[in-house]
T-cell receptor, first 112, second 115 residues
Framework: SAVISQKPSRDICQRGTSLTIQCQVD?????MFWYRQQPGQSLTLIAT?????????ESGFVIDKFPISRPNLTFSTLTVSNMSPEDSSIYLC?????????FGPGTRLTVL | QKEVEQNSGPLSVPEGAIASLNCTYS??????FFWYRQYSGKSPELIMS????GDKEDGRFTAQLNKASQYVSLLIRDSQPSDSATYLC???????????????FGQGTTLQVKP
């Protein structure tokens, strides 16, 4: 597996503001992903964070709302922009290794 | 039709019993199948992966895959109260090999193991 950390672990934000979530892995990985888990729901893939190029977004998610950076093979950030209460969710990064995927501890975001 | 379907439960079993969790998927080209366990307030933890038809056993867990029926299941033997959690079925999405990621998750089944 991999040791994955996320910052912050939780935050409460005002609508209209932005929050950047960091994901750090203890070793280099090719595949990094960002998921959202809305209250009482399952996980939905937001995007694949590609090192050295633009992220690949899933249907329903756009770069202006969820800009992603991947400056190297151990680190990525997801920004939730211009937040509304509907963005209240748990945001999870994950890494792919040998065909399997492992999740970080998540960031619990509440937007008021 | 949802791409990955699970019964949301709750599935309640007595301690020591076998818990059987089921999952169906719609995309026949799917190649990789995973079971995650998620405790309340925690992130998903990978417990089983299966890629070929048949059974795969790991301790008290057995994953079963039937690609012809597009069905994957997880059996938990000798269930313990500590197994009480939500179990998420995940399937590798269309167009991907086992190395491209893009997992599609079911809604999860809540398992309650009663002492």
């Amino acid at each position: 597996s991999a040791v994955i950390s996320q910052k912050p672990s939780r935050d409460i934000c005002q609508r209209g503001t932005s929050l950047t979530i960091q994901c750090q892995v203890d070793s280099q990985v090719t595949m990094m992903f960002w998921y959202r888990q809305q209250p009482g729901q399952s996980l939905t893939l937001i995007a694949t964070a590609n090192q050295g190029s633009e992220a690949t977004y899933e249907s329903g998610f756009v770069i202006d709302k969820f800009p992603i950076s991947r400056p190297n093979l151990t680190f990525s950030t997801l920004t939730v922009s211009n937040m509304s209460p509907e963005d209240s969710s748990i945001y999870l990064c994950s890494v792919g290794r040998q065909g399997e995927q492992f999740f970080g501890p998540g960031t619990r975001l509440t937007v008021l | 039709q949802k791409e990955v379907e699970q019964n949301s439960g709750p599935l309640s079993v007595p301690e020591g019993a076998i818990a059987s969790l089921n999952c169906t998927y719609s995309d026949r080209v799917s190649q990789s199948f995973f079971w995650y366990r998620q405790y309340s307030g925690k992130s998903p933890e990978l417990i089983m992966s299966i890629y070929s038809n048949g059974d795969k056993e790991d301790g008290r867990f057995t994953a079963q895959l039937n690609k012809a029926s597009q069905y994957v299941s997880l059996l938990i033997r000798d269930s313990q109260p500590s197994d009480s959690a939500t179990y998420l079925c995940a399937v590798n999405g269309r167009g991907g090999s086992s190395n491209t990621g893009k997992l599609i998750f079911g809604q999860g089944t809540t398992l309650q193991v009663k002492p």
